[in-house]
Each structure stands twice: as structure tokens, then as C-alpha cells.
T-cell receptor, first 114, second 113 residues
Framework: GQSLEQPSEVTAVEGAIVQINCTYQ??????LSWYQQHDGGAPTFLSY????GLEETGRFSSFLSRSDSYGYLLLQELQMKDSASYFC???????????????FGAGTILRVKS | DSGVTQTPKHLITATGQRVTLRCSPR?????VYWYQQSLDQGLQFLIQ???????AKGNILERFSAQQFPDLHSELNLSSLELGDSALYFC????????????FGSGTRLTVV
């Protein structure tokens, strides 16, 4: 089976840096993705790591260590609008019978305080 | 507007009824995925179609079925509805394997009363 673990909730102040961790156990691995979801809205794609290391996109960075089955999302210069749920997701396999489904973690609620 | 269109946005129906949720993928995307999100829960994968063919199935109940049509739009049919089926149902689409990201629609909020 597949499982992803991430903290249920994180609180930080405006302007700060916050890191949301994700550990995964899957029968296969073809990359770790991160999605943002504002309350009741559509999840939106933030980043993707297929290889070890850090990927940076503006204020957001994502890191992957395949040997540790671990990744994180780093948000810098936090803004109130960053208050949302953040999901890590793994594509477990490229096998045709598994298709291309993403398996999502339960999500981390980020609360940004002024 | 993400380019993925889901209708209806809201649906209220009684237990035992049947409903159909519709999704039009982003232009050019061949893969369609359906996810269920219950209150304060993560996204549970239901089913994936690629160019009209079912490619992957998650923990989709037997009461639920889906299909993708030649014009690539997809429908998710939910029957014999129960209170526990109340949830947000999202459709997403991607080009090919979607490894680099899915584009989600705004969802259909289903309330079973």
C-alpha cells in the first residue's frame, strides 16, 4: 500500500519561514508533488521533485530525499494569503495497470498570523 | 479559471437517489481523474481515464461508476446515495501521465440528506 504522513497543522507569523514535512511509504515512487488548497477551493499545483535536491519557485521551494523517503515544502516571506491546506502527493508507479494516479497525504493546514 | 469545468457546483439530493457529475478537461488533456474529498479529509482517488479508457481505479464503491466520452469529457455516476457520500468531488486533468501536475476543477459539492 501507500501512505504519506504530514503534520496536521502548522502556525506561523507573517513574514516568517515555514517548512511542511512529508514522509512517504509507497510500493513505487515516481516523484513527489505539492498542492495548495484554499478553503473549499480547487487544489492547485505548486511543485514537483523527481530527483533529490531542492527546487525553487519564487517564495516556495520543495526538497526531496529519496533515500529517506522524505520531502518538504518551504514557504518564505509568509503572507496572509498563504493560509491554506498543503498536500504532498506521490505517484507510486508507472505500471500501466496503476495508471497515473497521485496518492495524496491528509494535508497540513497552515495558519498565518499577523 | 483553471480550464477544467465541473458541473454542477452544488447538488443536494436525498438518500437512495442517483446523480451524475460532469467534467470537461482542459483543452488537449487526455487524462481525467476523479477524487473525493470528505470534510476535513484528504483527496481520495476514485478513478482515472485516459483517452476514453479506464487506466486506474482506487477505492471506488460499486455504487459509483464513471466513463470518458469520445470528446474527452467525463461523467461520474453515484447511485443509491448514502449520507456518507456527502463530499466534494473533484475532477482533474493532465497531459499524458500528469507527472508534473494535475489541473483541478472547482469541484462539485454533493450533500445527501
Amino acid at each position: 500500500g501507500q501512505s504519506l504522513e504530514q503534520p496536521s497543522e502548522v502556525t506561523a507569523v507573517e513574514g516568517a519561514i515555514v517548512q511542511i514535512n512529508c514522509t512517504y511509504q509507497t510500493s513505487g515512487f515516481y516523484g513527489l508533488s505539492w498542492y495548495q488548497q484554499h478553503d473549499g477551493g480547487a487544489p492547485t499545483f505548486l511543485s514537483y521533485n523527481a530527483l533529490d535536491g531542492l527546487e525553487e519557485t519564487g517564495r516556495f521551494s520543495s526538497f526531496l530525499s529519496r533515500s529517506d523517503s522524505y520531502g518538504y515544502l518551504l514557504l518564505q516571506e509568509l503572507q496572509m494569503k498563504d493560509s491554506a491546506s498543503y498536500f504532498c502527493a506521490v505517484r507510486p508507479s508507472s505500471r500501466p495497470e496503476y495508471g497515473n494516479k497521485l496518492v495524496f497525504g491528509a494535508g497540513t493546514i497552515l495558519r498565518v498570523k499577523s | 479559471d483553471s480550464g477544467v469545468t465541473q458541473t454542477p457546483k452544488h447538488l443536494i439530493t436525498a438518500t437512495g437517489q442517483r446523480v451524475t457529475l460532469r467534467c470537461s478537461p482542459r483543452s488537449g488533456d487526455l487524462s481525467v481523474y476523479w477524487y473525493q474529498q470528505s470534510l476535513d479529509q484528504g483527496l481520495q482517488f476514485l478513478i482515472q481515464y485516459y483517452n476514453g479508457e479506464e487506466r486506474a481505479k482506487g477505492n471506488i464503491l460499486e455504487r459509483f461508476s464513471a466513463q470518458q466520452f469520445p470528446d474527452l469529457h467525463s461523467e461520474l455516476n453515484l447511485s443509491s446515495l448514502e449520507l456518507g457520500d456527502s463530499a466534494l468531488y473533484f475532477c482533474a486533468s493532465s497531459v499524458g501521465g500528469g507527472v508534473y501536475g494535475y489541473t483541478f476543477g472547482s469541484g462539485t459539492r454533493l450533500t445527501v440528506v
